[in-house]
């Protein structure tokens, strides 16, 4: 098959969204098919072509419920005249989605859209994107859901849409079959007592002022370790100065914050390093993280954002903290967690490491079942096959 594959970043680029196309894009050129990705350009990408994954730049950002500046007509004759049999949008409510809509009817392959959960839905500013949107939606052959119960399928059945298919997000057999390097990471990183970690851009919405929050109230020895990397506009500078706060207060309690931006090889070591998985983000759809986490082994506690309860069932791995609805922020689906329950909650799981052992073996062995990105990519091509018959 000649595929293209379109969202707003790919790498070098770190996230969620970038992590999930990249696997599929680079099984399904393994296993022999003509992969493209449409993406933004970035200026530290030295090549067009990644692990057999073509890949074709626009210099664009916006999205259509606010403004879309850049290379969008030619973005839009690309869509129109490319010779694939497939084209996937994944994730609305940005330019790479948003500007296919315009020309649906002019894209002759079969058309497949992961929509990512619709993060800003009731959002007043989304309000007339949202309206158009069962317009669109019903020009698609098929659309994928990370979750059987989250607002986005439920938006579409809602609107009588058809050909709804629900596959879950994964991690990767190929960083997690060994799990080796733990005492090495530790190491390098004057990792000595009981360790907890979160891993997040630095984006505002991935919890780490809760996790913080977290930090100062837990009573026993522990190093915190925040990954992520920065973004303009973010939360990083503000989490520095949180850090150094609260290891100058906390140095004689053997308590200490470490902000690290880390390569994925390093974050993979990550996971497979630490005791316990934090993960207090105010705002998902299908974090892939915690996937990841459950594949290393690692027990988790989460915020109900997105389909997070969900996973922490399928998987075994994790628990999710008393969590409520955050009006303030952007977005129909932000939370926030209970503080002092994520405390206590925390605290338990310190004083039980048998349970956490549990835990985190019961998430290995459901994660090698069913949410490898073999096994996913399978349902991915079994997917277009269909829709193209």
């Known amino acids: 098959m000649k595929i293209l594959h379109t969202v707003e970043f790919y790498p070098p680029s770190q996230g969620g969204a970038q992590e999930v196309v990249r696997q599929l894009s680079e099984r399904m050129a393994k296993a022999g098919h003509d992969v493209t990705v449409a993406t933004t350009s970035l200026p530290e990408r030295k090549t067009k072509t990644l692990n057999g994954v073509k890949i074709k730049e626009f210099a664009i950002q916006g999205k259509l419920a606010t403004k879309i500046t850049g290379e969008t007509k030619e973005y839009q004759e690309f869509l ?81 849409l058809k050909n709804l298919y629900v596959i879950p997000n994964g991690a990767d057999e190929r960083e997690f079959t060994n799990l080796s390097g733990r005492r090495k990471f530790r190491k390098r990183f004057g990792i000595k007592h ?15 002022d809760e996790a913080l929050d977290v930090f100062e109230h837990f009573p026993f020895p522990c190093t915190f370790v925040i990954v992520g990397n920065k973004i303009e506009g973010g939360c990083y500078e503000k989490c520095l100065q949180r ?36 993960f ?29 309860t969900e996973i922490a069932e399928w998987t075994g791995a994790g628990i999710v ?13 932000d939370v926030s967690v209970d503080i002092q329950e994520t405390v206590n909650l925390l605290k338990r799981l310190w004083l039980n490491p048998l349970r956490r052992h549990k835990m985190g073996k019961w998430g290995r062995k459901n994660w090698r079942k069913k949410y490898t990105w073999d096994h996913i990519t399978e349902q991915y091509l079994q997917l277009y096959e269909e829709v193209l018959r």
């Open 80 to 160: 129109v005249g490319g010779d694939f049999d497939i084209v996937m949008n994944y994730a609305a409510q940005q330019w790479a989605t948003d500007l296919a809509f315009e020309v649906l009817d002019k894209i002759k392959p079969k058309k497949i859209l992961v929509p990512c959960g619709y993060s800003s839905l009731d959002h007043p500013d989304f309000k007339n994107y949202y309206s158009k949107l069962p317009t669109f939606l019903k020009k698609y052959d098929a659309s994928i859901y990370n979750s059987p119960t989250y607002q986005d399928i439920k938006f579409a059945k809602k609107n009588n």
């Open 194 to 208: 009981f360790f907890i970690l979160t891993v997040g851009s630095h984006t505002g919405s991935k919890g780490h």
């Open 280 to 308: 207090l983000s105010n705002r998902e759809a299908s974090p892939v993280v915690l996937f990841e986490a459950a594949a290393a082994g690692l027990p988790f506690i989460s915020s109900a954002a997105g389909n997070s």
């Open 243 to 278: 850090a150094e706060e609260l290891n100058f207060l906390k140095r004689r309690r053997l308590k200490k914050v470490v902000l690290l931006n880390l390569n994925r090889e390093d974050t993979v070591a990550a996971l497979k390093s630490a005791d316990l998985f934090l």
């Open 321 to 333: 903290t008393k969590t409520i609805p955050h009006h303030g922020r952007i977005g129909s689906d």
